[in-house]
């Protein structure tokens, strides 16, 4: 059965602030309309996001399908300049050389033939290097869902695949982690065929120190973030279940199924593993982990992050949500969740020099109480929870709709709360585009700056800020 192109008008998130951009440009500086760039901030604030660029064939599933598109801030002198491009994968260029798409979305799986794109691409999944952007090992990488990052430049420029010297040659996680310590990037990855997850770390000369180990599953779970300490790597098993066939993949939530979490040793055997059970619960994006000693030999592992009741995808009831700290206890492989706030908050970032340890402080894009009913993706609202006195600092954004609030320190010595978050906020009514800088000890206040972005920036999903010039 031949299957059409979406229609645009019809999916919610190809419309409004989620609708693709075409345009790819280089401008600065940028239009301060509020407040003044602090000097102090030298750096890129870099990040991706799905923007097809021609609507997939049969279906869309935001956040999982879309072309990557990254953004670029580059902040220097009290000066910003912007950039944008597409990651140009080889599946991308096909689909530009057509003007077409020619690969369905991920719940509609129609694979191209060698007489459309050569026997290089024909019968193979399109990259989808659209969720997340990071730097390691002087190496930019854009980054997908369980799949091969792509190496881009500063400058944007998508300069290929990249498996880390042959080490990780099926990919790896949209989230992976760098221990502020070690200078490590620690990865995890899930499939569709046995092994169904295995994780693995790459040393911070770029190349892979722990090959991967496999971690005993059953049957392919999607597993989006995960978390990890100094010593443990912690996987939250969800009960979201790939039904594989011969023709398409579909997710299944099945709470019966349970949450299972899997404690995983960094320096350890697979046999070490160690897995807990907890009721049915779905984590998109984890803020941190971290270890906290009880008695010279006994550790508790403390994990922040909002909690939902289910992914949200396909379902009549509405997913439900609270920000919660669970308490891991290895030794008697039990495990207590506490909610400390019933707001709908997702995209939780903290100073990343605090990865893998104690931190105090972190950052959510949330919606307002009174209007928990705006639509899937969208915010109003930016918290701060500070996790040693139990307050949470908001701040209400009126029609700004903001993406993920990323945490850029004053200086590599500043202390944990000494910097801005910046992010991306459109406005629903006007569809102008903005960039925020807001000092993060007070982000209940007036931002310190306000930009003006020349062209609207689609909301996007993940990225960081990488210090220096």
Same mark, same amino acid.
């Given at each position: 059965?031949?299957?059409?192109?979406?229609?645009?008008?019809?999916?919610?998130?190809?419309?409004?602030?989620?609708?693709?951009?075409?345009?790819?440009?280089?401008?600065?500086?940028?239009?301060?309309?509020?407040?003044?760039?602090?000097?102090?901030?030298?750096?890129?604030?870099?990040?991706?996001?799905?923007?097809?660029?021609?609507?997939?064939?049969?279906?869309?599933? *935001?956040?999982?399908?879309?072309?990557?598109?990254?953004?670029?801030?580059?902040?220097?002198?009290?000066?910003?300049?912007?950039?944008?491009?597409?990651?140009?994968?080889?599946?991308?260029?096909?689909?530009?050389?057509?003007?077409?798409?020619?690969?369905?979305?991920?719940?509609?799986? #129609?694979?191209?033939?060698?007489?459309?794109?050569?026997?290089?691409?024909?019968?193979?999944? =399109?990259?989808?290097?659209?969720?997340?952007?990071?730097?390691?090992?002087?190496? *930019?990488?854009?980054?997908?869902?369980?799949?091969?990052?792509?190496?881009?430049?500063?400058?944007? +420029?998508?300069?290929?695949?990249?498996?880390?010297?042959?080490?990780?040659?099926?990919?790896?996680?949209?989230?992976?982690?760098?221990?502020? #310590?070690?200078?490590?990037?620690? #990865?995890?990855?899930?499939?569709?065929?046995?092994?169904?997850?295995?994780?693995?770390?790459?040393?911070?000369?770029?190349?892979?120190?722990?090959? /991967?180990?496999?971690?005993?599953?059953?049957?392919?779970?999607?597993?989006?973030?995960?978390?990890?300490?100094?010593?443990?790597?912690?996987?939250?098993?969800?009960?979201?279940?790939?039904?594989?066939?011969?023709?398409?993949?579909?997710?299944?939530?099945?709470?019966?199924?349970?949450?299972?979490? +899997?404690?995983?040793?960094?320096?350890?055997?697979?046999?070490?593993?160690?897995?807990?059970?907890?009721?049915?619960?779905?984590?998109?994006?984890?803020?941190?982990?971290?270890?906290?000693?009880?008695?010279?030999?006994?550790?508790?592992?403390?994990?922040?992050?909002?909690?939902?009741?289910?992914?949200?995808?396909?379902?009549?009831?509405?997913?439900?949500?609270?920000?919660?700290?669970?308490?891991?206890?290895?030794?008697?492989?039990?495990?207590?969740?506490?909610?400390?706030?019933?707001?709908?908050?997702?995209?939780?970032?903290?100073?990343?020099?605090?990865?893998?340890?104690?931190?105090?402080?972190?950052?959510?894009?949330?919606?307002?109480?009174?209007?928990?009913?705006?639509?899937?993706?969208?915010?109003?609202?930016?918290?701060?929870?500070?996790?040693?006195?139990?307050?949470?600092?908001?701040? =209400?954004?009126?029609?700004?709709?903001?993406?993920?609030?990323?945490?850029?320190?004053?200086?590599?010595?500043?202390?944990?709360?000494?910097?801005?978050?910046?992010?991306?906020?459109?406005?629903?009514?006007?569809?102008?585009?903005?960039?925020?800088?807001?000092?993060?000890?007070?982000?209940?206040? /007036?931002?310190?700056?306000?930009?003006?972005?020349?062209?609207?920036?689609?909301?996007?999903?993940?990225?960081?800020?990488?210090?220096? =010039?």
């Amino acid at each position: 059965m031949k299957i059409g192109p979406v229609d645009p008008a019809s999916v919610a998130h190809l419309n409004g602030i989620f609708a693709p951009i075409q345009d790819e440009i280089d401008v600065g500086p940028l239009e301060i309309v509020q407040g003044s760039l602090p000097r102090e901030l030298t750096g890129v604030y870099l990040r991706n996001g799905p923007n097809c660029r021609f609507p997939p064939l049969g279906s869309y599933t *935001y956040p999982l399908d879309g072309d990557g598109m990254l953004h670029a801030i580059e902040l220097a002198d009290g000066r910003a300049r912007y950039r944008n491009r597409y990651v140009r994968t080889p599946a991308l260029a096909a689909e530009e050389r057509a003007g077409r798409a020619l690969w369905g979305g991920v719940l509609t799986p #129609v694979l191209p033939s060698k007489e459309e794109v050569g026997p290089e691409l024909a019968e193979q999944f =399109k990259d989808l290097p659209d969720v997340n952007i990071i730097r390691h090992a002087g190496q *930019y990488l854009a980054l997908g869902e369980s799949a091969r990052p792509f190496r881009v430049t500063r400058d944007l +420029a998508t300069l290929g695949p990249w498996n880390f010297a042959g080490g990780l040659p099926d990919g790896i996680c949209a989230h992976p982690k760098i221990d502020p #310590v070690t200078g490590e990037l620690v #990865v995890f990855r899930y499939g569709f065929a046995a092994p169904y997850l295995t994780w693995a770390i790459v040393g911070p000369n770029g190349a892979v120190s722990q090959p /991967e180990q496999a971690i005993d599953l059953d049957r392919p779970f999607m597993i989006h973030d995960f978390a990890v300490t100094e010593h443990y790597i912690i996987l939250f098993v969800c009960p979201a279940v790939f039904e594989v066939t011969d023709a398409a993949a579909t997710l299944q939530w099945r709470p019966e199924l349970g949450t299972r979490i +899997a404690l995983v040793p960094r320096r350890g055997s697979p046999d070490d593993v160690r897995w807990l059970d907890a009721e049915p619960f779905w984590v998109w994006h984890f803020a941190n982990a971290f270890e906290t000693r009880i008695t010279d030999d006994s550790i508790r592992i403390v994990v922040d992050f909002p909690r939902w009741s289910h992914p949200g995808f396909d379902r009549t009831a509405p997913a439900s949500c609270g920000v919660v700290r669970a308490e891991i206890d290895p030794a008697h492989g039990s495990i207590r969740i506490d909610q400390r706030d019933d707001r709908m908050a997702e995209f939780p970032r903290i100073d990343d020099r605090r990865s893998g340890r104690t931190h105090r402080w972190y950052y959510v894009a949330s919606k307002e109480h009174a209007r928990q009913a705006l639509p899937q993706g969208e915010w109003n609202e930016l918290s701060r929870y500070d996790m040693q006195t139990g307050t949470v600092t908001s701040r =209400k954004m009126g029609s700004l709709r903001l993406g993920e609030p990323v945490f850029a320190p004053t200086g590599p010595d500043a202390a944990e709360d000494r910097g801005y978050v910046v992010t991306f906020a459109t406005d629903v009514a006007t569809l102008e585009s903005y960039f925020l800088v807001l000092d993060a000890a007070d982000i209940a206040g /007036e931002p310190a700056a306000t930009l003006r972005m020349p062209h609207r920036v689609p909301f996007g999903l993940h990225g960081c800020w990488v210090p220096g =010039k």
